[in-house]
T-cell receptor, first 115, second 111 residues
């Protein structure tokens, strides 16, 4: 079946550094991908919608300059957390829409810890 | 803002029993989906029900949708230890390709 491959699965970085998370759609093209953030024992909060070849659409309250999204090809979307701070520590998940009947497929997530 | 609200927030049942989780939402939807998430992992799509459908089955899963009450339920029959996970409903509105998740129900199956 259609798979979204997300890397890295976990990363630890120092405050002030930037971290890039990649999501690749395997065996299918993803014109649109979505980025979510999830705190422990909480639900997924949509951060932004990533559109191939155009600017991402951010949800209210999400800082565009802090969470840079690039969707340069039909199979790759990246999320860069810039100047990371401990409060950015979270679980980040990407997803892509399949068909109406099969919902969305999700990456395995990236656990970011900023120290 | 989040669309869906699940209840209960947490549920513990004995293996073999049925588990029922409910989801309510606020606006008109195109379809509603249920997902499972094992701890610290990505999400697995379980079932999608369209706004013009009232009930759908998939294996041990049964989903109902009541658009007049803006609510849905997920029933897992004959629960197993492997069903222990968090379950989320997600909705998308007409003309909108993004989905919004509810708060989720943490299900724990006791041996």
């Amino acid at each position: 079946g259609a798979v979204v491959s997300q890397h890295p699965s976990w990363v630890i970085c120092k405050s002030g550094t930037s971290v890039k998370i990649e999501c690749r759609s395997l065996d299918f093209q993803a014109t649109t991908m979505f980025w979510y953030r999830q705190f422990p024992k909480q639900s997924l909060m949509l951060m932004a919608t990533s559109n191939e070849g155009s600017k991402a659409t951010y949800e209210q309250g999400v800082e565009k300059d802090k969470f840079l999204i690039n969707h340069a090809s039909l199979t790759l979307s990246t999320l860069t957390v810039t100047s990371a701070h401990p409060e950015d520590s979270s679980f980040y998940i990407c997803s892509a829409e399949l068909t109406l009947d099969y919902g969305y497929t999700f990456g395995s997530g990236t656990r970011l810890t900023v120290v | 803002s989040q669309q869906g609200e699940e209840d209960p927030q947490a549920l513990s049942i004995q293996e073999g029993e049925n588990a029922t989780m409910n989801c309510s939402y606020k606006t008109s939807i195109n379809n509603l989906q249920w997902y499972r998430q094992n701890s610290g992992r990505g999400l697995v799509h379980l079932i999608l029900i369209r706004s013009n459908e009232r009930e759908k089955h998939s294996g041990r899963l049964r989903v109902t949708l009541d658009t007049s009450k803006k609510s849905s339920s997920l029933l897992i029959t004959a629960s197993r230890a492997a069903d222990t996970a968090s379950y989320f409903c997600a909705t998308d509105a007409w003309g909108d390709d993004k989905i919004i998740f509810g708060k989720g129900t943490r299900l724990h199956i006791l041996p």
